[in-house]
């Protein structure tokens, strides 16, 4: 039992932990499904869903199902040796998302780092690119994870500045762009690293066809198209990937958050035979990366996802959340972006900083995440009910009316 308060612990871990996040002041005790409850057992709506890392919603049952039978059977061997869990994995993730292979990761950092090694070597030995000339071009606005080198190009000030130097190789044009992208797209592009819809922009949703854009000029160019699917994909958007949108089916898609039920960390690069087959014995690896808890936990996720059921629900549901948004307009909400059950919500300034929003939330029993700005972004599990979410909406509705 825990017998410290929320002000004691939060006043333990500020100074006690690296101050690299800001949380709200809520200290989580327990959680089931879409509710979370603190240390002094008030109870929370989860609307941001570890940032779709808890797609299904706190320890669901199946997850923790698989969880508990594998960690009774075997939970680590290293790549030293084979696990029975792989295989049934690598299976489930190449018919999710009809891609042949997959390198199995943990963080969905390492798995932006393990695409960028891949598709480098890939140009130097399929694209025949001139030795450590290669390329690849990202978005401006991009969030891929915190590494030296993924910060190296990202646009955001506050998380490159004081951490180069950086590696080189990057190019970035403006997202949704089509010719700026095929003006920096040449003979030493290696890949295109894009995400579907940027979330830590603020859920940025490209223009239809821009998308299909890509893939037709990077199939042109001899390009790699990757997609990070980390947050946008398994369900979120109301489709298994967020490219599914526009049926387009990039060399290589980003798997992570979701794919480890909200439980341990799992990552994943899928892609094409031809991309990851360039990799040989001893040239990547991860300690972790593909264990037989990740792998049956990943499989359970897979299975989840197998019926189309989530996918459905967020779709669904994602109509109410339009159109409760919808209604918000010049209420408060000056603009919004929304697909699925994923939406950034411009609130009006003059109300308050999305991390004023977010606190005020919070002592209504709703939390959120602000991301820029006036921008709070919702991402509720899927397994939300349309009562709640609809109850969430109308908290919001007070909060910023
Ligand atoms: C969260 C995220 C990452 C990084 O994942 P970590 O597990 O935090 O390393 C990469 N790309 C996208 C699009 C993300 O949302």
Redesign the pocket.
């Given at each position: 039992m825990n017998a410290r308060t929320s002000e004691e612990l939060i006043r333990a871990e500020e100074s006690l932990l690296a101050h690299n996040y800001h949380p709200l002041p809520v200290v989580v005790a327990r959680a089931e499904g879409v509710w979370l409850e603190d240390v002094e057992g008030r109870r929370y709506l989860d609307m941001l869903a570890g940032?779709s890392a808890l797609n299904f919603g706190h320890r669901h049952p199946a997850l923790v199902e698989a969880a508990h039978r594998q960690l009774d059977r075997l939970t680590l061997t290293s790549r030293a040796f084979r696990n029975d869990q792989l295989a049934g994995f690598a299976e489930g993730l190449a018919a999710l998302t009809g891609l042949e292979m997959t390198l199995p990761m943990n963080?969905?950092?390492?798995a932006?780092e393990s695409a960028i090694k891949v598709a480098r070597k890939w140009a130097y030995e399929v694209k025949g690119v001139a030795p450590d000339r290669a390329t690849i071009v990202a978005a401006a606005g991009n969030?891929?994870?915190?590494t030296t080198t993924i910060v190296g190009f990202s646009s955001d000030p506050v998380a490159r500045e004081g951490f180069g130097p950086f590696t080189p190789g990057f190019r970035l044009v403006p997202y949704n762009d089509l010719a700026a992208l095929e003006a920096a797209v040449d003979e030493t592009t290696a890949a295109v690293l894009i995400?579907p819809i940027q979330?830590?922009a603020g859920v940025v949703i490209p223009d239809d066809g821009y998308l299909a854009g890509v893939r037709e000029l990077t199939r042109r160019a001899g390009a790699l198209f990757i997609a990070?699917e980390?947050?946008?994909g398994l369900g979120r958007t109301g489709t298994t990937l967020a490219c599914d949108h526009e049926a387009v089916r990039p060399d290589a898609v980003?798997l992570?958050?979701a794919l480890g039920g909200g439980i341990v960390?799992v990552?994943a690069v899928v892609a094409r035979r031809e991309v990851l087959g360039v990799l040989r014995p001893g040239e990547h690896g991860s300690t972790f990366g593909g264990n037989p808890l990740g792998a049956a936990i990943g499989s359970a996720v897979v299975e989840l996802l197998s019926t189309g059921a989530y996918q459905r629900r967020a779709a669904e549901l994602g109509e109410v959340l339009h159109d409760g948004l919808a209604a918000l307009l010049d209420k408060g909400v000056t603009g919004y972006r929304c697909r699925g059950l994923w939406a950034g919500v411009d609130v009006d300034p003059a109300i308050g900083t999305g991390r004023e929003i977010s606190e005020r939330l919070m002592q209504e029993g709703v939390l959120v995440k602000d991301t820029h700005g006036s921008t709070i972004r919702l991402a509720p599990p899927l397994t939300i009910t349309r009562e709640e979410l609809e109850s969430a909406l109308a908290t919001l509705a007070t909060v910023v009316t």
């Open positions: 940032y963080t969905g950092a390492e932006v969030f891929h994870g915190r995400e979330g830590e990070d980390i947050q946008s980003l992570g958050k960390p990552s």
